[in-house]
Each structure stands twice: as structure tokens, then as C-alpha cells.
């Protein structure tokens, strides 16, 4: 009789294990679900410093200047929605985020840059998920900013 209460109470444990991993799984199923519903891909490049690095003065100025140019007109397209430099002057210079479909729209628009151009930024890119609202939030910060 002992071993059978043992025998039954270790099913039913079990089966309430079993009960509640299932409606665990199911909570995570619908979290994952909420959570790429709020998601978006994106491409983040890293921009690090490039072997052509000996511009004098007056080409840096050319070249930088060209670069925020670049930098202004894919923001105003709307295809990069992020772009920032790196203050500790190590390898990694900055980023960008872009809002286009592929890796190779991604890189067309990064060749494009005079810095990239120049050699003497090089970059990597990554897939990035970020926030749907990411466009929207920055959009927000940077008018009540002027």
C-alpha cells in the first residue's frame, strides 16, 4: 500500500510538473511572440579606423566634412535612423543603424561614406533587432532637442 501512495503521488507530481512546464512554455511562447511583435531588424555597423590614416589637415577637413554630408542625406531618406562616434579614440570609431532590408543595401550605403571611400575608416556590419519604435523614439528626442 506504501509503495502504491508513493507510486501515485510521484505520478501526480509529476504530472503537475509535466502541467505547469507546459503552461510555463506556453507564457514564454506568447512572451517571445509579444516581444517580436514589438521588434524590427536593423543593420548596426561598427566604422573602425581604417590603414589610411595620414591625410594631412586640410584633407581630413574635406573628407570629414563629406562624411557628415553623407550622414545628413541617408538620415533624411531615412534609411539611417543612428549614427555616433567613439570619444575614447580607440579602434572602433562609431556607429551607424540602418533601417533597410539587406546586408548588402546596408553595405552600398556605408561604401558610399568619403571616410569608407578614403580607407581610412573600414567597418563590420551585424544584424541588430532593435525596438519597432526605434525611428520614432530618436524622432521624439531630437525635436523637442531644437
Not at 501526480?12 to 510538473?17: K, Q, S, Y
Not at 584633407?59 to 563629406?66: A, F, S, T
Request: with cysteine; net charge positive; aromatic share 6%.
Amino acid at each position: 500500500m506504501r509503495t502504491t501512495f508513493i507510486t501515485l503521488f510521484l505520478l501526480l507530481l509529476t504530472c503537475g510538473i509535466q502541467a505547469q512546464n507546459n503552461q510555463s512554455a506556453a507564457k514564454q511562447t506568447h512572451k517571445t511572440q509579444s516581444i517580436e511583435s514589438q521588434m524590427k531588424n536593423y543593420f548596426m555597423v561598427i566604422l573602425l579606423a581604417g590603414p589610411n590614416r595620414e591625410q594631412d589637415s586640410l584633407e581630413l577637413v574635406k573628407l570629414q566634412d563629406g562624411h557628415m554630408a553623407n550622414i545628413t542625406s541617408l538620415a533624411n531618406e531615412g534609411k539611417l535612423i543612428l549614427a555616433g562616434s567613439f570619444l575614447d579614440d580607440g579602434k572602433m570609431r562609431g556607429i551607424f543603424v540602418f533601417d533597410v532590408a539587406t546586408d548588402s543595401e546596408a553595405r552600398k550605403l556605408v561604401d558610399s561614406d568619403p571616410m569608407i571611400k578614403s580607407g581610412r575608416m573600414i567597418y563590420e556590419i551585424h544584424p541588430w533587432m532593435g525596438p519597432k519604435t526605434l525611428k520614432t523614439v530618436l524622432n521624439k528626442i531630437f525635436k523637442t532637442q531644437k
